[in-house]
């Protein structure tokens, strides 16, 4: 149920960053059995950015600038810095703390939290939590991704999907209406999307690290698909439930950009416009994490919100991992 007078993080701030280097489907098509067409009528993708000089890092730190410059605050007002990413450029130092470096904010408690796509979702109902019980009361929330690393370019199935960048919003503590989120996982599902990790290539000691085979991201793409489509507009009704509201009262769904079939879907399944559903997904691909943070900037700085509007977030992901928030808009541009 809702929470009245209680404190919230409302945003005051967002940022994005891509990298320099655009890919489209015609380029992919000069390496693996597929076409522009194929690509833009399965998925909705018809380019992304991949990172070159970029990194995780730097990415998060520019998209985090930007949210922190819009928000009006200073680096060292900030509490805590959540980065959502499946993709660090270390296993340690965490990405949070390069971050809070760079940034200058010294003041900061700073970790990561990988969720794969749902990522971004559970870093929002994580600052959330920890501004109402009092705790902080400013939050810098970044999804960071340099997915083009762990990706198997010669695998039409997953190489046409991912793109790089970074995506930031600033949360800071207000009294006001606050709303329950709704978060799932099943590990049961975990093998239809996997990612590679250093722990987990099982290297004997006395190995040559020369011979450790890359791994790459692995995909059931219809699992996936199957999953998203099924859970993804169960949730944003548990979540409208669980807050006394209806699909009337909600002016915009923002889902992470998986896949344009996916949103088309799950529109479809709530009997709504698709006008309701903005997508950017044909200019990025899927950055996971940083996809809901890079279209809430995108939305944001095009003056599409408005105040007083409320939005539902829906991340859906590898865990298998899924989730929905509602939050009021109050951002004035």
Aim: glycine residues 10%.
């Amino acid at each position: 149920m809702n929470k009245e007078q209680t404190l919230t993080g409302v945003i005051r701030g967002t940022g994005a960053c891509v990298p320099k280097r655009v890919m489209d489907n015609d380029e992919i098509a000069g390496f693996v059995e597929t076409s522009d067409e194929w690509i833009r009528e399965r998925t909705g993708v018809e380019r992304r950015h991949i990172a070159e000089e970029e990194t995780t890092v730097s990415m998060a730190v520019e998209a985090g600038h930007q949210a922190v410059e819009e928000a009006g605050v200073s680096p060292e007002e900030i509490d805590m810095i959540l980065v959502a990413t499946g993709s660090a450029d270390r296993v340690f130092p965490c990405t949070a703390c390069q971050v809070q470096e760079a940034l200058g904010a010294s003041g900061a408690v700073g970790f990561d939290l990988n969720a794969a796509c749902s990522g971004f979702l559970f870093a929002y109902n994580t600052a959330q939590a920890y501004i109402a019980s009092g705790i902080y009361r400013t939050i810098l929330i970044i999804g960071s991704e340099s997915l083009s690393r762990i990706v198997d370019w010669t695998d039409r199935g997953t190489c046409i999907l991912f793109g790089d960048g970074a995506g930031a919003v600033l949360l800071q503590a207000k009294e006001g209406k606050s709303y329950q989120p709704v978060s799932h996982s099943d590990g049961r599902g975990g093998p239809a999307l996997t990612g590679p990790g250093v722990l987990g290539r099982a290297r004997s000691i006395d190995q040559d690290p020369k011979e450790t085979k890359t791994e790459y991201i692995t995909m059931n793409g219809k699992d996936v698909f199957q999953f998203a489509v099924r859970k993804v507009p169960q949730v944003i009704k548990e979540v409208l439930k669980e807050n006394e509201l209806s699909t009337e009262d909600i002016d915009w769904f923002v889902l992470h950009q998986a896949n344009a079939r996916i949103v088309d879907a799950v529109a479809r399944r709530l009997r709504l416009d698709i006008g309701k559903f903005p997508m950017n997904l044909q200019d990025y691909g899927n950055t996971s994490s940083a996809s809901i943070p890079i279209l809430l900037n995108e939305l944001n700085r095009k003056g599409v919100l408005k105040k007083g509007q409320k939005l539902v977030l829906a991340g859906f992901g590898a865990g298998l991992s899924w989730g929905a928030s509602v939050l009021d808009w109050d951002l004035e541009r």
